[in-house]
């Protein structure tokens, strides 16, 4: 029996790349699609997949990219210009539909504009499949465990080594400061200068200054589908200031992408007690692969609920991060802390 088709937009970049290759491995029949002509090429003949230059402006290009196909995976950033259409696409031709944005406002926009159509399509959209979004989302489904009520989750990341791609800069440039805000219930955009904190990490990280409020897509998965009332994001200030700092970031290798280093936390809270998980290891542009390959091969091997879904929803998220290589786990629990504002 022929494995599903399968298929990768934005296939030229540094995460397309390693998403397609991640399905040659696995034995799926791809479909690559992007702008590059010759770099397409290349990439498609090294791993004995079809290919389709095209850009997903055109629309008539891209449903003809999606007809026949499984799943459709979007690794073309800024998402903000081609989630919509390819998930559009993917919908009409009767696929699923899997991106690795890192953008909140897209997140939104599909649960917003799309919900509807992937029910009455029986598909899903499963936005944010990656380091960022995915990763935290699933540990915090791990570290709530069996708890039927969470209250507060609060997200931080101690990131080093950040090689960011052009793609990635582009998108953060595009939220301008907008960041999502899940308080009291509802999720809102706040807008504003950064504000900055202090989070305690183990060691050897300890106390580390921290932006707090960072604009990942998590706080659109989380809210009200996992936390009841909060969703806090930290991100180490240090990773900040390697960003700023990297002007050589067009002209990395892979090597060097995969060089960085991550710790993730997952603080859990309901009312009487506090939950938490770590996740370490290195590489976050691989890390990404490995989960778009789970997620998608529990895509075409079960029959999934249908519409704008996190990952959690897809498959639960501790099963799927021990299954991860290189992620290393752990869990505690204490009592409750009381509730920050």
């Known amino acids: 029996m022929k494995q599903p088709s399968i298929g990768v937009y934005g296939a030229t970049g540094h995460t397309g790349r390693l998403v397609a ?31 389709q230059v095209f850009a997903c402006s055109d629309a008539n290009a891209t449903a003809r990219f999606a007809e026949g196909l499984s799943v459709v995976v979007n690794c073309a950033g800024p998402f903000g210009a081609t989630a919509l259409p390819i998930a559009q696409a993917a919908l009409a031709a009767g696929a699923h539909y899997v991106d690795t944005t890192g953008e909140p406002p897209v997140v939104s926009d599909l649960q917003q504009r799309l919900s509807d159509t992937a029910a009455r399509q029986r598909c899903a959209v499963v936005p944010a499949v990656g380091f960022f979004g995915a990763l935290p989302a699933l540990l915090a489904h791990a570290t709530a465990d069996t708890w039927d009520s969470v209250e507060q989750i609060t997200i931080a990341y101690a990131l080093s080594g950040w090689r960011m791609t052009a793609g990635s800069r582009a998108a953060a440039a595009g939220l301008s400061g907008h960041r999502p805000v ?21 060691d050897p990280i300890a106390a580390a200054s921290v932006l707090v409020g960072y604009p990942a897509p998590e706080v659109v998965l989380l809210a009200r589908r996992l936390a009841r009332r909060e969703v806090n994001v930290l991100m ?53 692969a490995s989960l778009v390959g789970e997620i998608t091969t529990r895509l075409t091997t079960h029959r999934p609920p249908s519409g704008v879904l996190a990952p959690f929803e897809i498959v639960p998220g501790k099963p799927l991060l021990e299954s991860l ?17």
């Open 325 to 341: 290589p290189d992620l290393r786990l752990s869990f505690t629990e204490t009592e409750a802390r009381p509730h920050r504002r």
């Open 182 to 202: 899940f308080c009291d219930g509802r999720l809102d955009i706040q807008i504003g200068p950064p504000r900055f904190g202090e989070w305690r990490f183990p």
């Open 236 to 288: 180490t200030a240090s990773t900040l200031q390697e960003i700023r700092a990297d002007a050589g970031y067009h002209d990395v290798a892979a090597t060097e992408r995969a060089a960085s280093k991550f710790m993730v936390v997952a603080e859990v809270a309901s009312d009487t007690a506090r939950r938490v998980g770590y996740a370490s290891g290195h590489d976050i542009y691989g890390i990404t």
């Open 21 to 51: 290759k991640e399905f040659a491995h696995r034995g799926y029949r791809l479909r690559l699609g992007g702008r590059r002509p010759d770099e397409l090429e290349s990439v498609a003949r090294a791993l004995e997949a079809e290919s």
